[in-house]
């Protein structure tokens, strides 16, 4: 029998996602150079899916339990941005498909840059939908971040082109006639919440980003407004912009 040429088994590997024991022990035992390679790297990758899996059962049990009492449009609320000393606060909001697994979705803050770049796409896709709530900077001095970031929770739930029936809160409640539970830690107990604790970030960081050619010199699209050695430097060196938090209190002892 004519045995594949590693380009054939390099392809074969990129779509499967079991192999028979033939042809285990056949590219194991190919003396070539690189089929052990591709083996292992085939090996590497049906580890990782296995840990995706079972990432996106523990993450879905909320939802499930609450699909059990009936509801079935659940939308995760998480935001991105209470922290930091310049730009908005930003909430967004996710109804995830219940029969369509999204393996990798994690606390953004577990994620890197790139990461969230691809999930955040992959989200959009293929969500039942998805929204954002932003509070600006002078909303939130007139407000303190806490309302603010409930507003920009409530604008995001309003912003949704479906009305969910349940809601996943990290850690807050919303202010709109919702059933609804508050999740401490929920960015990494539920998917949904991940979920939109990715859409906020990347949201966010984009937002911070045109505020950087905007604004130049703070350098905001580095430290995304946080109150890093750059950005104090630069608050010392320039004073204050129209998107500071003046309320803040390195802003406002000066």
Same mark, same amino acid.
């Given at each position: 029998m004519r045995r594949k040429s590693l380009k054939e088994w390099e392809a074969y590997l990129r779509e499967a996602t079991v192999l028979t024991p033939e042809e285990y022990r056949e590219l194991a035992s190919d003396d070539r150079k690189g089929a052990r390679a591709l083996l292992e790297r085939w090996e590497k990758r049906q580890e990782k899916r296995k840990l995706e899996r079972a990432q996106y059962e523990r993450m879905t049990m909320i939802e499930r339990e609450w699909r059990e009492k009936g509801y079935r449009l659940i939308a995760g609320i998480d935001e991105a941005g209470r922290g930091p000393l310049a730009g908005p606060v930003v909430s967004a909001c996710v109804i995830l498909p219940e029969d369509e697994p999204i393996y990798g979705i994690n606390d953004s803050k577990q994620l890197s840059r790139a990461q969230r770049?691809?999930?955040?796409?992959?989200?959009?896709?293929?969500?039942? %939908?998805?929204?954002?709530?932003?509070?600006?900077?002078?909303?939130?001095?007139?407000?303190?971040?806490?309302?603010?970031?409930?507003?920009?929770?409530?604008?995001?739930? +309003?912003?949704?082109? !479906?009305?969910?029936?349940? +809601?996943? !809160?990290?850690?807050?409640?919303?202010?709109?006639?919702?059933? =609804? =539970?508050?999740? !401490?830690?929920?960015?990494?107990?539920?998917?949904?919440?991940?979920? %939109?604790?990715?859409?906020?970030?990347?949201?966010?960081? =984009?937002?911070?980003?045109?505020?950087?050619?905007r604004y130049p010199g703070y350098e905001f699209g580095r430290h995304m407004g946080y109150a890093t050695e750059t950005h104090l430097e630069a608050l010392r060196r320039l004073g204050p912009c129209p998107e500071h938090r003046m309320s803040f209190a390195p802003i406002r002892t000066g």
């Open positions: 770049r691809h999930l955040s796409a992959v989200i959009r896709k293929h969500a039942l %939908a998805v929204s954002v709530g932003i509070a600006t900077a002078a909303e939130i001095d007139a407000l303190n971040i806490y309302r603010a970031t409930k507003l920009a929770m409530k604008r995001a739930v +309003l912003n949704l082109n !479906v009305r969910p029936d349940f +809601l996943l !809160v990290d850690a807050m409640t919303v202010d709109v006639d919702l059933p =609804q =539970q508050s999740l !401490v830690k929920g960015d990494a107990r539920s998917l949904s919440i991940a979920a %939109a604790s990715i859409i906020a970030k990347e949201t966010r960081d =984009q937002l911070m980003e045109e505020l950087d050619r």
